[in-house]
């Protein structure tokens, strides 16, 4: 479809601010209502001619205004020319894999899974505007000759109902305890075996649902398919310790109401390495009064390809004192919060369902 535009738009340009000292990566801000050729300088009924937008400014197309509307590629895995998904990349959320927890935290935990296209597709860039987690807003990049900017289109994220996600708690001090290596999986059920417990959370998506009973997924402010589950440490532990997330996929066997048809193959999948800069957003506990995270720590992501499955092996550590649940907001939503990690950055992102148990989009 080509993108109805006419509604809400901020100016985005790359670098520093040249209005004030800030140093910035890029910068964006809305036009003045009183002459939109400057951005905003706050005062009703005038507008400033020395708020001149950056070099190769962009108008960025705000989301969530019904005036805007526009739609990547998306589709069924037969459409893409795939008989089934073997998915590329696997990104655990980045405060997963560099922070510790603590048994007052409310840990947001996601999971997102790329697929590269052979054959590139529609594609939009998106420029984020304002705000992060909750409050971030993106936009849809349009240049000064009123073109949209398209991405690359060779990279989708995939949605699979079958998806499952699945916490438990280890029963040892040091993860190299050889108890480890002799866990069992058990399609559907989780781990076993004489160190660890059975599941605090075991949900699937095809189960529906809405609240921290479900697991779900969900299209972001970027358009990617993210797996996702907030965890109230608070509310849902068993202590302190080592907990295992598993990410893994049912099939008609354990309960599915379609087939599978997404996997995980050696030598074809990997995963994505964390980011260094969000590591560095973290807010130390003894500066956060919200249950926050360790600034050191985290686990490592490992791939499963026998049972089809990623697992990630997180560390929780007792919290003193007072201090309410949940995360900070730093970390509350890193994939969210990424700007360019994966050069795809699109709303209604290409996506691919593997047909009918899952998509890309």
Do not use: C
Not at 23 to 35: A, C, L, Q, R, T
Not at 168 to 183: F, M, R, T, Y
Not at 274 to 279: A, Q
Not at 326 to 344: H, K, P, V, Y
């Amino acid at each position: 479809m080509t993108p109805m535009l006419n509604g809400e738009w901020w100016y985005w340009w790359e670098g520093d601010d040249p209005h004030t000292a800030e140093i910035e990566e890029y910068v964006s801000k809305p036009p003045d209502p009183d002459n939109n050729a400057f951005f905003d300088d706050g005062v009703a009924g005038a507008f400033n001619s020395n708020n001149v937008p950056g070099e190769g400014w962009v108008k960025a197309y705000l989301q969530k205004d019904p005036d805007n509307i526009w739609q990547a590629t998306n589709g069924t895995p037969n459409q893409f020319g795939f008989d089934e998904v073997v998915i590329d990349t696997i990104d655990w959320g980045d405060n997963l894999e560099s922070v510790d927890w603590y048994t007052r935290s409310q840990v947001r935990t996601e999971v997102v899974l790329f697929k590269t296209l052979t054959t590139p597709v529609l594609d939009y860039e998106m420029r984020h505007t304002s705000g992060w987690g909750i409050d971030e807003v993106h936009g849809l990049g349009v240049s000064q000759t009123g073109d949209p900017i398209l991405g690359e289109g060779t990279q989708a994220t995939v949605y699979s109902n079958n998806a499952r996600f699945t916490i438990q708690k280890l029963n040892v001090s040091e993860l190299d305890h050889p108890g480890v290596d002799s866990l069992v999986w058990v399609a559907g059920e989780g781990w076993t075996g004489d160190v660890i417990n059975d599941p605090i959370f075991n949900g699937a998506v095809y189960e529906g649902g809405d609240g921290p009973g479900y697991y779900s997924a969900e299209i972001n402010v970027k358009g990617r398919i993210i797996y996702g589950y907030t965890w109230n440490v608070r509310q849902l532990n068993e202590g302190p310790g080592y907990y295992r997330l598993t990410f893994s996929f049912d099939d008609e066997l354990t309960g599915a109401p379609t087939a599978l048809n997404t996997f995980f193959r050696d030598g074809l999948t990997n995963i994505a390495l964390p980011l260094e800069e969000e590591t560095e957003t973290v807010t130390p506990l003894e500066e956060s009064d919200d249950g926050g995270s360790s600034p050191d720590g985290g686990g490592i992501a490992m791939l499963d390809f026998e049972h089809n499955l990623t697992y990630i092996d997180i560390r929780i550590l007792e919290r003193e004192g007072g201090g309410m649940g949940g995360g900070n907001g730093s970390q509350s939503d890193s994939l969210s919060e990424t700007i360019t990690d994966f050069g795809a950055i699109a709303s209604e992102m290409t996506g691919l369902a593997t047909s009918p148990e899952s998509s890309l989009i």
